[in-house]
């Protein structure tokens, strides 16, 4: 079955409304709410339970197919939805950090060490948080656990590389930014890793983020989302060439070390900007997803009240 679960990919479903079969303009059968157990007989599986607003199409996959990936009990729920809401918030915070101590340079009044250390601190409660996506209900498979364990793993050397530019080698230039003449080979070079080690672990925790995404919608619509974190990966790779300009200006000297500056200068800030706006969209998507993530269990024993027939036996059916 196709997880979108998308009635319009069907032939019946194309044609006009008088020649769709009686399934697509109401239920005639019983069929109890895999959330809420409302009867929803003479709805259509286009709309949603009126109590608890889960979708018809959802109850119908729990009864079909109860192993879906999408719908599979999360053992942990609450400390499940804690990492998760972690994980974005305790990112935007250090990314909100890091334009506090640009902006700081910007006014001529370097901000206080405490802020770049509060930044290494979020990105290593970021990815505290990023272990609920490891492995947080069953039939997932072996490398996507495996790429989130990796991915969780990177926050490590990223929280390293952060305080190495933050605390260190900017105590030394305060504005790195503002200031012509002092592109730093080794500053350049580390942000460099940083910006690797954060595409890597958006590659790596994004396929069991797009499971939370998929569960949500699915409960919501009876359709999953195609949301995608790739645009966050084209923001870094933006900020990877502003990295890769200051390496080339640090190297050069005169005029040519100013507009390598100003140009990549200029390539980072509109990088990070998109960068942080991705953060936030994350978090929004978290807050959507996260009372899809609190539901109680679906499974085929809730659907049918414990009235699960026996293999081979004759089971009821919506007409």
Known sequence: MDSTFDPNQSAAFSAAPDDQPLLARELTGDLL??????????????????????????TI???????????????HPRLVAAGLFLWPLCALLAALCLWSLRASELAAHPASMWVGQAAVWFTLFSGLG?????????????DGTARAIIGVLLYLPLALGFH?????????????FA???????ERS????????????????????????????????????DRQTMLAMVGALGVISVGDLVHLFGSM??????????????VLIAVGSMFFTVGIFGVM??????????LSPPISLESVTDGDVPALGASSSRVP
């Open 252 to 265: 050069s000297s005169g005029g040519t070390e100013q507009i390598a500056q100003v140009l990549g200068t």
């Open 284 to 293: 929004v998507d978290i807050f959507r997803i996260l009372p899809a993530v």
């Open 189 to 224: 070079a580390v942000r460099l890793c940083c910006d690797f080690l954060l595409i890597v672990i958006i590659a790596c925790l994004r396929p069991n983020a797009r499971l939370f995404v998929h569960r949500s919608m699915l409960l919501r619509s009876g359709k999953v």
């Open 179 to 185: 200031a012509f003449g002092q592109l730093s080979t």
């Open 33 to 58: 709410c895999a959330r809420c157990k409302y009867n929803l007989r003479g709805l259509s599986i286009r709309a949603r339970c009126p109590e608890c607003g889960m979708s018809v199409r959802g």
């Open 164 to 176: 190495v530019v933050l605390t260190r080698m900017d105590s030394f230039v305060p504005t790195p």
């Open 61 to 75: 996959l729990a009864k079909v197919d109860p192993h879906a990936s999408e719908l599979q009990p999360i053992a």
């Open 130 to 142: 990023a272990t609920a996506l490891i492995r947080p209900h069953a039939q997932i498979p072996v």
